[in-house]
């Protein structure tokens, strides 16, 4: 056993289950279906709150769900006022589950592929990509995709996070060690959270278990965090993908709100420090009105994108 994962491993069982791990709210919710779905409430919440504060509009809208997975979201949009809604999803399960769950007149679902949205173009008024573009493998196409689906004028609301936040590889469960994947390679982080998993003190949470309530085999199995699941982009460069669409942007960088990490928050200004003290970033764009007018700019101004390693 390298030393390396002994190290980690103690950690993780250090910071189990405390205040100081992110997973903490997310392992409670993921262990109670019930308590899961009033999170998923809190996230809706959560998105309309920002959308206010960053001057996008909602109530009364056309809404494109980006990623709506089983549209538990999605149905709140709707709750919350948007005219109607439209979720979009690449998983076709997930997608029925949506179907089966909101069967509002004013709510439709439709199986997408990757890098391509099956809608006519200028349909809505708000594209709301909350905790998804991470995930995407294309992140380019998909901006250019809802720039063509967006009505001139309509803005797109994303909420993500760059690859060094304390906890971007999303392994709530079974590593609460802030900075893991950056610390330490990922073939070390994956083999502790096998072995977390495993720990006679591991709480399983409801992803973990089967159908008929055991633990599932096999968990962290792989060596490495795949691309397809995670992008692995840092802030900047998703600045420089926004940069080189043909949408206006502004990105918002919010801080943790942890009293341990206040301090954090004059780092945000700061390019390579806010990479790793930035605890959520919402990024509105927004299609122009002149739409010929921005194409003819944005096609003299395009410029390749830098990939950052991450």
């Known amino acids: 056993m390298r030393i390396s994962e002994e190290i980690l491993f103690r950690l993780a069982r250090l910071l189990y289950n405390t205040e100081v791990a992110h997973s903490s709210e997310m392992k409670q919710a993921l262990s109670d279906r019930g308590h899961y779905a009033d999170f998923r409430s809190e996230q809706v919440d959560a998105v309309m709150d920002a959308a206010r504060r960053c001057g996008v509009q909602i109530p009364g809208r056309i809404v494109l769900d980006l990623g709506c997975s089983d549209g538990a979201m999605t149905s709140g949009y709707l709750d919350r006022g948007a005219d109607k809604v439209i979720g979009v999803d690449i998983d076709a399960a997930a997608i029925r589950m949506a179907r089966h769950r909101c069967r509002s007149s004013r709510a439709s679902f439709v199986e997408s592929t ?17 905790d998804v573009f991470e995930h995407v493998a294309q992140p380019a196409t998909v901006l250019e995709e809802c720039f063509r689906v967006l009505r001139p004028g309509g803005k797109m609301l994303i909420g993500t996070w760059g690859w ?68 692995k982009l840092l802030i900047r460069d998703y600045e420089a993908l926004f940069r080189v669409s ?28 806010r990479e790793f003290v930035t605890s959520y970033i919402w990024v509105v764009l927004t299609k122009p009105g002149d739409v010929s007018r921005s194409s003819a700019v944005a096609s003299r101004d395009r410029r390749p994108i830098r990939r950052s390693r991450g």
Request: charged share 20%; proline share 10%.
């Open 246 to 273: 043909r949408f206006r942007f502004k990105v918002f960088p919010q801080p943790f709100g942890s009293r341990l990490a206040a301090w954090t928050k004059a780092f945000l200004r700061m390019p390579v420090l």
């Open 164 to 231: 060094y936040h304390p906890f971007a590889p999303h392994l709530w469960s079974t590593m609460p060690v802030p900075w893991a994947h950056v610390f330490f390679s990922e073939r070390t982080v994956l083999r502790t959270c096998r072995r977390v998993y495993n720990a006679p003190w591991y709480v399983p949470t409801m992803h973990d278990l089967d159908a008929d309530g055991r633990m599932r085999p096999g968990r962290y199995e792989h060596e490495e965090i795949s691309t397809d699941y995670l992008n």
């Open 114 to 130: 990757v890098g391509s949205l099956p809608l006519t173009s200028e349909v809505v008024d708000v594209v709301i990509c909350y």
